[in-house]
Structures are given as C-alpha cells and as structure tokens.
C-alpha cells in the first residue's frame, strides 16, 4: 500500500512572506530576503533553512524565455494507455522522465486518456518527430491527442499561499 506524507507544515505569517518573495525571485541573497520581510539575516537564514528540511521549498530554479531560446511550439498531449496496471503506468512514467522535452506529466481522470504532458519543442517538425519516435514508441500506448498552445495566457510558477493560516 502507498503511503504518502500528507503532514501538513505549520506555516506563520513571516513564513508565508518568505515563501511568497522566493516565488517572485528564488536568486534573492538572504540578505535581500531578509529585508524583504521584515527580519534581520540570522533568523531569515533560520526560517528558510526549516522551511528546507520541512519539504515546504523543494529546489530552487531559473526560469528560462523559450522563444528565446527558440522552443517555440508547446504541446499539451493526452495519452491513453492499453492497459491499467501499475506495471504498465510504472514504465510510462519511467520513460516519459527521460526525455527533457517533457515538461510536465500529469495521470489524470476525467478525460478520454491517461496521461497529460506538456512538451516544449523548437517547432513542429521536431514536434513531429518527438512523438513518432519517442511517445508513441513507448509500449502501452494505444491513443495520442495534440494540442498546440497559441499563446500562454497564465504561466506562473507560484503557488496560491492565500490559503494558508
């Protein structure tokens, strides 16, 4: 049987600040952070380094312009599966983690499919080719849906703190 952590983290209020200037900027030095919030260095260094251990802040990462880069095609693709055993979502998941054009997968319900991954790709030919020799050569995968985001309306990283206490 799974088991999953479900332990919520008491969060407070300086807390609450911490983690939502973090999600504006994660390069911030404490000392920026610190007065940010409102607290001198030692005790900001504290909080964050808890809020670490707790599991609360994961990793820390640079968010990258795509077109500029010239990743200009996102993909949203639903995948069915031919079969729904743990071995056979095991393996998808597996294979899916491997390919760095996926940038996020989802097993969902309440769709004609499976899985949803987002997949950044420089334009359609190499869109193409992404899902000829890699997706749909992954064993179990009986049914591929595209679609192609026009315009990325809200792209944030930020989760919604507004709801803790």
Do not use: W
């Not at 983690?19 to 964050?48: D, F, I, M």
């Not at 077109?67 to 996102?74: D, Y």
């Not at 079969?83 to 969902?108: D, M, N, W």
Request: charged share 25%; hydrophobic share 40%; net charge neutral.
């Amino acid at each position: 049987m799974l088991k999953q952590s479900r332990e919520l983290v008491k969060i407070d209020k300086t807390d609450r600040r911490i983690l939502e200037e973090l999600q504006k900027e994660g390069s911030l030095t404490n000392q920026e952070l610190a007065e940010k919030v409102g607290l001198s260095p030692s005790p900001c260094l504290r909080r964050v380094k808890a809020l670490e251990e707790a599991g609360v802040i994961l990793r820390r990462a640079t968010i990258l312009d795509h077109k500029k880069l010239g990743l200009s095609l996102t993909a949203i693709i639903l995948i069915g599966m031919d079969r729904h055993t743990p071995e056979r979502f095991a393996a998808f998941e597996e294979k899916v983690s491997g390919y760095p054009e996926v940038q996020e997968c989802y097993l969902i319900t309440g769709q004609d499919a499976d899985y949803m991954l987002k997949v950044v790709v420089p334009d359609m030919d190499h869109y193409h080719h992404f899902l000829l020799n890699h997706i749909t050569r992954i064993q179990g995968v009986s049914g591929v849906h595209s679609s192609f985001v026009l315009r990325r309306v809200i792209d944030s990283t930020s989760l919604p703190l507004g709801y803790l206490s």
